[in-house]
């Protein structure tokens, strides 16, 4: 397994690689990886004759006052649990890599990232597409993964690919949970022992609205409302949103109906975490 730091490593080889006519998969990650990351890097195993995994905590994408900083990092962890899965290149670059001096070519949206971790993430959104297709164009995959626990950044992947005409294909991974129901996260490491125990408020008020959506209940807000009850047990836990939206487009609906996204973020402590499930 390769470790390449620089745009001109990784594009080398892959040339090589796709002048034997191998398939190459990709999964961009931030690092501090756990199971759902290596879901993903074994759906591309699968699937590719390479793979890819880039580590990079994307600077672009935090706002000013979020955890840039302390964002957790362990580039020899990760390099044990990529080499575990097979992958064979991880792409670790420097900030001064991915943005030269006098940077300013940026990727936006209108419409799918203004809802949820859009209103109180403003400019979350544009960083992410910005490195994403930076690094489709570095690594040039076949077939990209990402996780359905970022169910919007999915989404908007998704129609990025699609509006742009990248020749890529990307696939939505299921969310891989503890066995207690947290849904995986690099951040639940800033959680205390407290913290961690109220945090499983998240997967049970889903689980209360999914029942009822799987028993009959169509009215989105009703849904929301048992959602957002029970959230309110929970001392620690304060809601960031509650909300029920088409999945394609992002936007809120009055009836559930085709495929759509019940996602919640909430903060616990400090700690703001997310989770979704799809129905339809």
């Given at each position: 397994?390769k470790?390449?730091?620089?745009?001109?490593?990784?594009?080398?080889?892959?040339?090589?690689?796709?002048?034997?006519?191998?398939?190459?998969?990709?999964?961009?990650?931030?690092?501090?990886l756990?199971?759902?990351?290596?879901?993903?890097?074994?759906?591309?195993?699968?699937?590719?004759?390479?793979?890819?995994?880039?580590?990079?905590v994307?600077?672009?994408?935090?706002g000013?006052?979020?955890?840039?900083?302390?964002?957790?990092?362990?580039?020899?962890?990760?390099?044990?649990?990529?080499?575990?899965?097979?992958?064979?290149?991880?792409?670790?670059p420097?900030?001064?890599?991915?943005?030269?001096?006098?940077?300013?070519?940026y990727?936006?949206?209108?419409?799918?990232?203004?809802?949820?971790?859009?209103?109180?993430?403003?400019?979350?959104?544009?960083?992410v597409?910005?490195?994403?297709?930076?690094?489709?164009?570095?690594?040039?995959?076949?077939?990209?993964?990402?996780?359905?626990?970022?169910?919007?950044?999915?989404?908007?992947?998704?129609r990025?690919?699609?509006d742009?005409?990248v020749?890529?294909?990307?696939?939505?991974?299921?969310?891989?949970?503890?066995?207690?129901?947290?849904?995986?996260?690099s951040?639940?490491?800033?959680?205390?022992?407290?913290?961690?125990?109220?945090?499983?408020?998240?997967?049970?008020?889903?689980?209360?609205?999914?029942?009822?959506?799987?028993?009959?209940?169509?009215?989105?807000?009703?849904?929301?409302?048992?959602?957002?009850?029970?959230?309110?047990?929970?001392?620690?836990?304060?809601i960031?949103?509650?909300?029920?939206?088409?999945?394609?487009?992002?936007?809120?609906?009055?009836?559930?109906?085709?495929?759509?996204l019940?996602?919640?973020?909430?903060?616990i402590?400090?700690?703001?975490?997310?989770?979704?499930?799809?129905?339809?």
């Amino acid at each position: 397994m390769k470790i390449c730091s620089t745009v001109k490593e990784v594009r080398e080889q892959v040339n090589a690689w796709k002048k034997e006519g191998l398939t190459i998969g990709f999964v961009p990650t931030m690092g501090y990886l756990h199971e759902g990351h290596r879901s993903l890097m074994e759906a591309a195993r699968k699937n590719n004759d390479k793979v890819v995994v880039s580590i990079f905590v994307n600077p672009m994408q935090f706002g000013p006052t979020e955890d840039l900083e302390s964002y957790p990092r362990d580039l020899e962890k990760d390099a044990k649990v990529c080499e575990g899965v097979g992958v064979d290149l991880i792409f670790h670059p420097e900030p001064e890599e991915m943005y030269t001096e006098g940077f300013c070519s940026y990727v936006d949206m209108n419409g799918l990232t203004t809802e949820l971790c859009g209103r109180t993430r403003p400019t979350h959104f544009r960083g992410v597409q910005t490195v994403v297709l930076k690094l489709f164009n570095i690594v040039k995959p076949d077939n990209a993964y990402f996780g359905q626990k970022d169910a919007q950044q999915l989404a908007v992947i998704k129609r990025m690919v699609t509006d742009l005409n990248v020749d890529i294909t990307i696939t939505g991974c299921p969310i891989v949970r503890e066995e207690d129901g947290l849904a995986k996260s690099s951040r639940n490491t800033y959680l205390n022992a407290d913290e961690r125990k109220a945090a499983l408020i998240l997967s049970k008020s889903l689980a209360i609205g999914k029942e009822l959506i799987e028993k009959g209940e169509t009215d989105a807000a009703k849904v929301k409302k048992a959602i957002s009850d029970n959230i309110e047990t929970e001392p620690l836990a304060k809601i960031d949103y509650v909300d029920v939206v088409d999945f394609a487009t992002i936007t809120p609906v009055d009836t559930i109906k085709g495929e759509t996204l019940v996602a919640i973020a909430v903060y616990i402590g400090k700690t703001r975490l997310i989770d979704n499930f799809i129905i339809g």
